[in-house]
């Protein structure tokens, strides 16, 4: 686990920074030798922090925090609404997805004003939390690559990974 998760690597015989022979592993940061009996002491702790079932990890999935995700409402106005200030590019796109149920009008010193209308359909963030805090899911630092799977590969499934969240 400890090389699967990128902690470790190994080294081939080379020489070290301060110009000894080493084979056998490295720390991946530091490149310091690391000797077979101290692997577990030294990284025990931080392997069963980041792998299997466990808190997600927003690093994980493009910064996605299930702390964070926001669920939205689509609610039909009953009556028409008060005009606001926004962009034009904002108001033109208001005025696409809703039509005539939306007037969009330009102000004198280049704002844009908009007024949605009875009938309009808008989303509104829902008061839900969402309660699936953990998940399992691959090791923090696990790279396919190391095991030769080609790059392109690796992307489209981390791509479906990051989908479901």
């Not at 704002?111 to 009938?119: D, L, R």
């Not at 963030?125 to 923090?140: A, D, E, V, W, Y």
Request: proline share 4%; charged share 30%.
């Amino acid at each position: 686990m400890t090389w699967i998760m990128g902690y470790i690597k190994h080294f081939d015989g080379s020489r070290l920074k301060d110009g000894s022979l080493h084979v056998g592993w490295v720390d991946a940061k530091s490149g310091e030798p690391v000797d077979d009996k101290d692997v577990r002491l030294q990284y025990e702790q931080q392997i069963l922090e980041h792998a299997g079932v466990r808190l997600i990890e927003p690093e994980l999935f493009k910064g996605c925090d299930p702390k964070k995700k926001v669920f939205h409402q689509e609610v039909e106005l009953l009556h028409d609404l008060e005009p606001f200030e926004s962009s034009q590019a904002d108001a033109e796109k208001f005025k696409y997805e809703h039509g005539d149920k939306c007037d969009v009008w330009a102000g004198g010193e280049g704002e844009w004003f908009i007024k949605f209308k009875k009938g309009a359909r808008v989303c509104i963030p829902k008061g839900f939390q969402f309660n699936h805090l953990i998940s399992g899911q691959t090791p923090t630092g696990w790279d396919a690559g190391c095991y030769g799977i080609p790059a392109d590969i690796i992307a489209q499934v981390k791509h479906c990974a990051f989908d479901y969240l």
